[in-house]
């Protein structure tokens, strides 16, 4: 089967500004596929590309199979897009904001009712049908902005940090009906800066930053090339973390001296810990996990904050 | 159907949620307009203008005024809140719409809006008996031809702004000017010659010149060509300068 989106050396300049430097990127049908990176790391950029809506500047872009920038609008008559910022309609209702959407595809209005009252069934909002978006809370807006990206029954369906400002409750219904989409065998496409969203949804993932791909697989295997088994934390009673650095030379196959606690990367954690307390170094707490995306995407980013 | 036509179709649908707060504004204030201007001042002006009762003269000013206005409040805060706050528009553009689509499916719904409040005057000033002429009839399709000459360039210079202070700056340095010395309450040739030019150079002063050729019936002659043509050249310029402003906002 072929490449739903096929990207080669993709690049995207604003002026002097490179916010897409140079990517290859592959999506199957079928795959749930996640874009990772901080702020600014040309995760947005990248998805306005696939999305039709940004002219690459360079390299090759395919989208299920067609050019963007010749085929835009018949590209875009099978995408579902979901953007980081809800743009509902607030002064239509629920249903109506579903119904006009799908009439942009040139849906038939019966059809159109039938799938929106499908989709509120699906995204769990038929009882909101009839009132108005501006009431609703963010997590029904987000769902119905989801419902609004599947009117057309999609190929592949871009959602732009999907539950970025939810409730952890709204995050995880959003997730569910998500997870839900790929057992249907839609195709999508995310962006998230959270790990945990990276870790439940995403088969294969890239993880960008500045502009280009540092990582590329499924989450377990970017665990197993980028970190360790498991993590200890460990905090001391001190001012300075870093006076424990040397005294913990050689526990841990890397060691990261953060201002309020030390990290070992390590295989075996128990291990690790019980030479720790042998060298008498007695943290004032010590956590043994397992290593997580988090640790990747920090490793590979870096701590620095992004603005 | 083609794509705007959907759009022109949201809007409608939109415009059957919102209807009801514009409705009464779009009855009374003709009926305002008209008992101030018209009996009021009309009172004064006895003798009337060019051997015409002042309310027969002011009614068709009054109506092209009226589109005017319609299709600048349409292309102003809904254009603005369109790209700045409820972001319709990249709604719209992540559909399969092309930019053309996107704006002129608003643009049609703006005439629409421009016809609706055009023909609420125009029942008015029938009930009132102002018109003179069969020509009458050509004021709605007039009507809609001064509206996309206003709204097309609007639309542009919303689409250009970010924030709507700039729209505050354009009613009052272009919009109140434009009502002012447009030839809607006194006949052009009483105002100083710089101020003239201004009314030449708007598109508001060539539609009210050939609204009131139309409800008086009087013969706009050659004049009556170059005003279609200007006020064409207004829309022509007005579509592709907004598209460019809608495709560098949407498309980047």
């Not at chain 1, 993932?205 to 500045?210: Q, W």
């Not at chain 1, 590329?216 to 090339?225: F, H, V, Y």
């Not at chain 2, 053309?100 to 029942?123: K, P, Q, Y």
Request: glycine content about 8%; hydrophobic content about 50%.
């Amino acid at each position: 089967m072929t490449a739903l989106i096929h990207a080669r050396g993709l690049i995207k300049r604003f002026g002097d500004f490179t916010a897409v430097d140079g990517i290859d990127v592959d999506v199957q049908p079928g795959e749930a596929f996640g874009f990772l990176g901080p702020n600014g790391a040309g995760k947005s950029s990248t998805m306005r590309m696939i999305g039709c809506v940004s002219p690459p500047t360079g390299g090759v872009l395919r989208i299920l199979g067609m050019d963007p920038r010749r085929d835009g609008p018949a590209i875009r008559a099978r995408l579902g897009v979901c953007p980081q910022l809800d743009n509902l309609d607030v002064e239509l209702t629920v249903r109506e904001n579903l119904t006009t959407y799908a009439r942009f595809f040139g849906i038939p209005r019966p059809t159109a009712r039938r799938r929106a009252a499908e989709l509120l069934e699906f995204v769990q909002l038929t009882e909101r049908a009839g009132s108005k978006v501006e009431p609703l809370s963010g997590g029904m807006k987000r769902r119905l902005t989801i419902a609004r990206a599947l009117v057309n029954e999609p190929d592949l369906v871009l959602l732009d940090e999907p539950t970025t400002g939810l409730d952890p409750q709204a995050r995880h219904l959003v997730w569910e009906r998500l997870f839900r989409l790929k057992q249907q065998g839609v195709t999508l496409v995310l962006t998230t800066h959270y790990m945990d969203e990276a870790e439940q949804l995403c088969d294969r993932l890239v993880v960008m930053d500045g502009g280009r791909i540092v990582a590329e697989g499924s989450p377990r295997a970017l665990i197993e090339r980028h970190s360790t088994r498991e993590v200890v934390e460990l905090r001391f009673a001190a001012e300075d973390q870093g006076v424990f650095a040397g005294k913990l030379a050689g526990i841990a196959d890397r060691t990261e001296v953060l201002p309020d606690r030390v990290l070992l990367y390590v295989s075996d954690g128990d291990d690790a810990l019980a030479e720790v307390h042998r060298r008498a170094l007695n943290p004032a707490s010590a956590l043994v996990r397992r290593s997580s995306l988090e640790d990747v995407f920090l490793h590979l980013t870096g701590r620095t904050l992004v603005d | 159907m083609t794509p705007s036509a959907y759009v022109l179709e949201y809007h409608l649908v939109n415009y059957r949620r919102t209807w009801r707060s514009s409705a009464l504004s779009t009855l009374v204030l003709p009926l305002l307009t008209m008992l101030g201007f018209g009996l009021g001042v009309g009172g004064y002006v006895r003798t009337g203008i060019d051997g015409v009762a002042y309310l027969d003269w002011i009614v068709p000013g009054l109506i092209a005024s009226t589109a005017a206005q319609t299709a600048l409040g349409e292309a102003s805060w809904p254009v603005m809140s369109s790209f700045e706050w409820l972001k319709v528009y990249f709604a719209q553009a992540a559909a399969p719409l092309r930019v053309g689509d996107i704006l002129g499916g608003h643009l049609a719904f703006m005439i629409f809006r421009v016809l609706l409040s055009v023909t609420a005057f125009l029942l008015v000033a029938a009930a009132f008996g102002t018109f003179r002429s069969i020509w009458t009839l050509a004021v709605l399709p007039l009507s809609a031809l001064v509206g996309l000459a206003v709204a097309a360039p609007v639309a542009a210079y919303t689409a250009s702004v970010r924030s709507d202070s700039y729209l505050a700056i354009l009613f009052r340095f272009a919009v109140l000017p434009m009502s002012l010395f447009s030839g809607v309450f006194f006949p052009i040739g009483s105002l100083p010659e710089p101020l003239r030019w201004v009314a030449w150079a708007l598109p508001l002063w060539h539609g009210v010149d050939l609204t009131r050729a139309a409800t008086l019936g009087l013969d706009p002659g050659a004049a009556g060509w170059w005003h279609l043509l200007y006020l064409l050249a207004w829309c022509v310029a007005g579509w592709f300068l907004a598209h460019r402003r809608f495709q560098r906002r949407l498309v980047f």
